[in-house]
């Protein structure tokens, strides 16, 4: 017998001349057996090791190689999809600018049925192109009543309550919302948004009484209140007020700044107790003139309580008629700027409108 060394094998030779497999030959197949059996847990031990940071470079795994779960890819694309879509909405509102047009003819009467191209539209100087236009628009209303409480107003405030429960039975229809709020020393909302007029009503006739009036706060968070409600909205503030200032936290041009940032239209009512300007607040006055024309509403000065029936019923039909014209800026202004707007119509007429936006950020 001749034997070589372990590791080629031992050859036996019979003596019938045949000759026997090898012992490595015998060995080998057991032997890969084992080599996987060992080596598999230690390759995937490498693969999850590929995904820890700290592993040395050779058992990183290339960027970009590694796969993505199904459920989280679709979550992920949904995500973006809903985003981008959110994105896409965003940026149509914020681009596209709104105005609503009051047009009153020689005897302030509204001017209805007025064609396209009797309007000129412009920012900054620079005529735009009329994207929208509705020569009644249908958008619902948001009101936003708020009456003076305080004891400078407190002579008229019945007629106050009457007249103003008259209007909300007039004013409100179906997709409307008003909200009653009772001005003072501080500004107090004692009726939530709704349609429901008789709640509306009641809400007008239980006022508290206060000392100061807080006119500033008013519209700030009048302004405010109704930007909360959502696009595709008419918002209007209805102040009946004796402009008398007194009392609030806000300035002027916090409030302004939040009047134009909502889009509402401002029609304020100004009971004067006292006919003679030597003895009233003409200072609240020229503020709330200012205020009121920069929105694009009206304001009014009765000479009575009795008129306030009259006042209501024209900015009802003022509401009932207006003109939507719809435009994207070009150029678009710089962000957190106020564009000026001007609107002009063919004709003898006397056409209000907000004055001016506050582009986005």
Not at 243 to 255: I, L, P, V, Y
Request: aromatic share 6%; charged share 25%; proline share 6%.
């Amino acid at each position: 017998m001749r034997c070589s060394s372990l590791a080629t094998g031992c050859n036996r030779v019979h003596p019938a001349g045949h000759k026997r497999t090898s012992y490595s030959e015998q060995t080998l197949p057991f032997a890969l057996f084992l080599l996987l059996i060992f080596a598999i847990p230690g390759i995937a031990a490498v693969c999850r090791a590929q995904d820890k940071p700290d592993r040395p470079p050779w058992a990183q795994k290339p960027k970009g190689d590694t796969p993505a779960k199904a459920p989280a890819t679709a979550t992920a694309n949904e995500d973006a999809q809903d985003s981008g879509a959110q994105r896409g909405r965003i940026r149509v509102n914020v681009n596209l600018v709104n105005v609503l047009v009051s047009v009153l003819d020689e005897h302030n009467r509204p001017a209805p049925d007025l064609p396209r191209d009797a309007f000129q539209l412009f920012e900054e100087g620079a005529e735009q192109k009329v994207e929208v236009f509705e020569s009644e628009t249908q958008l619902p209303l948001d009101l936003a009543l708020m009456i003076d409480s305080s004891l400078s107003a407190h002579k008229e405030i019945a007629f106050e309550q009457e007249a103003a429960a008259h209007f909300i039975r007039q004013v409100l229809r179906t997709g409307d919302h008003m909200a009653v709020y009772a001005v003072d020393e501080n500004v107090t909302q004692v009726a939530g948004f709704s349609d429901n007029v008789a709640a509306l009503q009641s809400a007008v006739h239980h006022l508290p009484n206060g000392s100061g009036t807080s006119i500033y706060d008013a519209i700030l968070l009048g302004s405010r209140s109704l930007e909360r409600r959502g696009e595709d909205r008419r918002r209007v503030i209805i102040l009946v007020t004796d402009a008398g200032e007194t009392t609030s936290t806000a300035d002027f041009d916090a409030a302004r700044k939040a009047a134009v940032r909502s889009g509402s239209l401002l029609y304020t009512i100004v009971i004067r107790p006292v006919k003679n300007e030597s003895g009233r607040n003409t200072a609240g006055e020229h503020a709330l003139e200012t205020i009121t024309d920069t929105m694009g509403g009206a304001m009014f000065f009765p000479d009575s309580a009795q008129e306030l029936d009259g006042i209501f019923d024209r900015i009802n039909r003022e509401l009932r008629t207006q003109y939507r014209l719809g435009y994207y800026p070009n150029p678009r202004g710089p962000a957190n700027t106020y564009r000026s707007i001007e609107i002009k119509v063919s004709g003898k007429y006397q056409v209000r409108h907000r004055k001016s936006y506050l582009t986005g950020p």
